[in-house]
């Protein structure tokens, strides 16, 4: 089981925050809060002031906590760590250390049926150089304060030899593990975990689905019913069914960012929230329409709001694709609406490759 050790003179830090948010809804009730916009409710673009955060790879909307995202870096100089980023006001309002871990490569965050953290330590920067990477399970804190846990540990690797990986997903309603490399051998791959894991030997990875993507992070919607994968200039959602992706012919643009690392499902499963590395990053929503919904959010919208369907206007984030599983960055680059900008991101996202590796959107 973790350990939990909260520092005795750490108490949450939100109360002000909250206090101050009432405060002003309550001066100006018509205007829109950093949570929400005047469209009724969706989630809106932050920024992460923390400056200790600066390498933001993966992301996770809290359960417990609402408008609070879970993010890391990858490699932290003052350990493996993980922020709670509270969305109003992009201030961490609490910092939760881990300990007793490796802490070599955090790619990835994702949250179990069971409310449990789990963080991928599965980065590897030398293309499988590591014989085995590792998976932390920790409670998400019902109190959101400061505080040094020992998660549960479960090594890892791969049926068909290691390799690079940024993206770790737990499915909301069967609670399995899994993980998409990236495309150092030619093609990306989904790989799933043992049903139930262990902390007693290895649990081995099995390839069941191959990703044309050069995939930085993952996530399953709210409801379990789509899968989105990003890359540093593309997305791609799927249908999950029978425990397998199945591609949707239409693809999602992320936002232009500095280095396009994470992305998970807003608690209303109709967005994406797409975060990027650098200190000060933003983190951008794209909303989901059509087929693109999972299928709880699209009953929502069944015969409600015609226009919302993301066709046409600037903020159009998505097209027909026609790609299939194998679309990938270079395809979408083709792109005549995207080209310029991402010519001037794909200098940036050189230099993630090379050490191994915002406004409000809609789909179409």
Avoid: C
């Avoid at 400056?51 to 408008?67: K, L, M, N, Y």
């Avoid at 179990?112 to 998976?135: F, K, Q, R, S, T």
């Avoid at 309603?173 to 490399?181: A, D, K, L, M, P």
């Avoid at 050189?350 to 809609?362: F, H, I, S």
Wanted: without cysteine; glycine residues 14%; hydrophobic residues 35%.
């Amino acid at each position: 089981m973790p350990t939990w050790i909260v520092p005795p003179s750490t108490a949450p830090r939100r109360t002000a925050t909250l206090a101050a948010g009432l405060l002003l809804a309550a001066l100006a009730p018509g205007a829109a809060t950093a949570a929400e916009d005047d469209a009724g409710g969706a989630p809106s673009a932050f920024t992460v002031e923390d400056p200790r955060i600066t390498e933001s790879s993966g992301i996770q909307a809290s359960r417990r906590h609402p408008g609070v995202y879970w993010t890391h870096n990858d490699q932290d100089p003052a350990g493996p760590n993980l922020y709670a980023v509270d969305s109003a006001t992009g201030q961490t309002v609490a910092t939760v250390t881990l300990s007793g871990v490796e802490g070599r490569d955090l790619e990835a965050i994702s949250i179990g049926p069971d409310g449990d953290l789990y963080v991928g330590d599965i980065g590897d920067n030398l293309d499988g150089g590591w014989p085995e990477v590792w998976i932390y399970r920790l409670p998400e804190p019902a109190e959101l304060a400061d505080a040094t846990v020992t998660p549960t540990v479960y090594p890892v690797t791969y049926a068909d030899g290691p390799r690079d990986a940024e993206a770790l997903m737990v499915h909301p309603e069967t609670g399995r593990v899994y993980v998409v490399s990236k495309k150092q051998d030619g093609t990306g791959a989904l790989y799933a975990a043992p049903g139930e894991l262990s902390t007693e030997g290895v649990n081995t990875l099995e390839r069941v689905a191959d990703i044309g993507l050069w995939t930085t992070d993952g996530a399953f919607s709210p409801d379990g019913t789509r899968l989105v994968l990003r890359g540093y200039f593309a997305a791609r959602v799927y249908r999950w069914e029978d425990d397998g992706p199945v591609p949707i012919e239409r693809s999602v643009f992320p936002p232009v960012q500095q280095q396009g690392e994470s992305v998970t499902f807003a608690p209303d499963g109709r967005t994406l929230m797409f975060g990027t590395e650098g200190a000060g990053s933003e983190v951008e929503p794209v909303e989901l329409s059509g087929d693109l919904l999972p299928v709880a959010a699209g009953a929502e919208e069944d015969g409600v709001d015609e226009g919302r369907d993301g066709t046409g206007g600037e903020n159009a984030a998505s097209s027909d694709g026609g790609d299939g599983a194998d679309a990938d960055d270079s395809g979408l680059l083709t792109r005549g609406a995207v080209l310029v900008g991402l010519g001037v991101v794909a200098v940036l996202g050189l230099r993630r490759l090379l050490r191994g590796g915002g406004g409000r959107r809609r789909g179409a």
